[in-house]
């Protein structure tokens, strides 16, 4: 009787646990980094869809972009060579996250 005691106890207090909702919306950033550094063939067309697609639902869904994500969305761009799009994005990056403001500065400037 009082193990069931204990059990019941301890199943209500795992019931009332709650995880926590993240900062940040990550989408495929983290796979997208994760398959380049494991040398992974993936098609950079699919990776840049795939962030696209991740910075539409944000909005859509109100959710915060996590930091890195359209930087590295223009760094995509610019193994494309649409520097207009990778400007565009470290632009938006730096006013996101203005802690990245010298890093995009420079990423803007070698896209030029």
């Known amino acids: 009787m009082h193990i069931r005691f204990i059990l019941l106890c301890f199943m209500l207090l795992l019931g009332g646990c709650q995880t926590t909702k993240s900062l940040y919306y990550w989408g495929h950033y983290e796979s997208s980094i994760k398959a380049i550094q494991l040398g ?52 938006i990056e730096k006013k996101m996250f203005p802690e990245s403001t010298a890093f995009m500065n420079r990423m803007i400037k070698k896209a030029k």
Do not use: C, W
């Open 40 to 91: 992974k063939d993936v098609s950079i067309d699919k990776q840049i869809s795939e962030l696209e697609e991740d910075i539409q639902k944000s909005r859509n869904e109100d959710l915060r972009i996590a930091p890195g994500v359209m930087a590295h969305l223009g760094y995509l761009y610019t193994l494309q060579g649409e520097n207009k799009g990778a400007i565009s994005a470290f632009n």
